[in-house]
């Protein structure tokens, strides 16, 4: 028999709350008998929203009452200070006291990192930790992190990020050295910031599999496993992302509108355009690992639908039978082992 | 009759050096009579690149000899010191003399940018020039800069790439007062990092047309007309563009022509296809300029075509007609009055 996971998960967080966190528990609880799930929040409002679908709690479901919710744009501080009871708190409060062994949140990113930072603690030898996801890439999928956790990082922590995301990437793909890129803005090694370059050194002595500095395009052509910079980078380099691919979406309607022709196109067409919608659906990729903490959480976007946020429970699970948080305290031990080693 | 323009052309920089800049002379030669060429490079190869494409010098093409090249990899620094009679340096020093009105390089970025500032200087009021170009959104064009030239910036310097960017709007696409966004990763004012947070200040401070952070995805949105952004973050955004159109580029590809059916549907959809190509063609928006010089200096791409190469001379013409460098004084000028003024 499977080993038994509980995931716990914050059900009033995100743009939709329970609309969405409800229908997607109840989904994940159909594909996999192995796992039990708590929703956490306003016990009336999740009993309501499970008799609406039809469900109940049971043995694979059950409600942990929380009182308070975490806004969107609460800043992270008072979040912490004033929702100590907080379906995103308590959440985190369950997988810390052992009763889960993951949680999922679609709740403000910065207050889900705070709570989870305050709450859980980072690993030893972690000083911040990072957010990561998966990108699609010509060849798969690359690894990206810090996507906004870290606004200005140390050589360290960049050098940190790089041993957490590997993990991720040999637990998650099962690729055993994956390959490493820092991203800068020339290959040169003249170019770049300060930190990137005392990163790379750092990155060059330790047993990781550092393959140098990538550049923002290399992100997609997939010649590396895992791209590392700092959250103001990553985030504005996600957003972008997200920003183009609208850009994309509006030019494909507008030219398969534009004429009668284009419409009779866009019908033939369709079975090719909807594969190529389901390839590009950000939904696929939904869940972000909060790296480095003593515990797994898992940000949802806070716009997902069950679709996507199902996804995001699917990563929590994935992460829990892989021990990332655990794989990563060796890893970083051994890594800086290595660097410590070489300069004496 | 119109006035007559004069634009240098470092003849052997990009990749493809004369190949593709000589016939992109012709091309513009053709379609501008008041502009006047001056191809500089080695005089032989350029005498042979022209009677390959049927052509000689005459009253709007000349050719002005130099001796060496700037390799595309080759460190500013070593650039600036041994190679001062390159293509690239003498199509400056044209421009620094009078003798040209503007100058276009495919040349080494790094190079060129060390280059142009050694000779031509900086505008009085702007520390470092910076580097900008159109970039396609939903309703027109969005400006970004810096996209390389600064990787680290002052939030004095964030403004003066404002106000050059509001001047590069007003001349290039005739808005008066364009909407300036500071890219950040979070709207609320508690986020980013601490130059992106001073130079809001300055800039709400300002007569220019301030409207607030950005984030990564609106640079595509066309919500703001100018992007403000240090040059690392400014470069991993255009480069990652780069990457996910490629990306979306291969996917197209491959669903087009995954069966039978997915290549009838191309053919059918070929129409519509083509202008999607045509509409996203990165050669469309080749022409970055060089702001915040006492002259004008355009960067093409370096591997770009002769229809991309013609572009960027479109670019220098425009900016020759409407004064750029001579607006951009003027504008940081008063726009860093108005900041001094409410400060006392």
Partial sequence: MAQRLTISLDAMGGDHGPDVVVPAALHAAGQHPDLHQILVGDEGVLREALERNGAGTGPSLSIRHASQ????????SKALRNKKDSSMRVAIDLVKEGSADACVSAGNTGALMATARF??????GIDRPAISSAIPSIYGHTYML??????ECTPEQLFQFAAMGSVLVTAVNSIDAPRVGLLNIGEE?????EAVRRAAQLLSQSSLNYVGFVEGDDIYTGEVDVVVCDGFV???ALKTSEGLAKLVGHY???EFSSSVYSRLAALVAWPVLRRLRSRMDPRRYNGASLLGLQGIVIKSHGGADTYA???AISMAMLEVKKSVPKRIGHLVASAMADVSERET
Same sequence: chains 1, 2.
């Fill in 69 to 76: 919710t975490v806004g969107m744009d609460e800043p992270p």
């Fill in 309 to 311: 946020f199902a996804n």
């Fill in 146 to 151: 810090d996507l906004g956790a870290n606004t």
């Fill in 119 to 124: 709450v859980l603690k980072t690993i030893g």
């Fill in 189 to 193: 090694e003249i170019k770049g910031i």
């Fill in 252 to 254: 494909v309607r507008e």
């Fill in 234 to 236: 990553g985030n504005v």
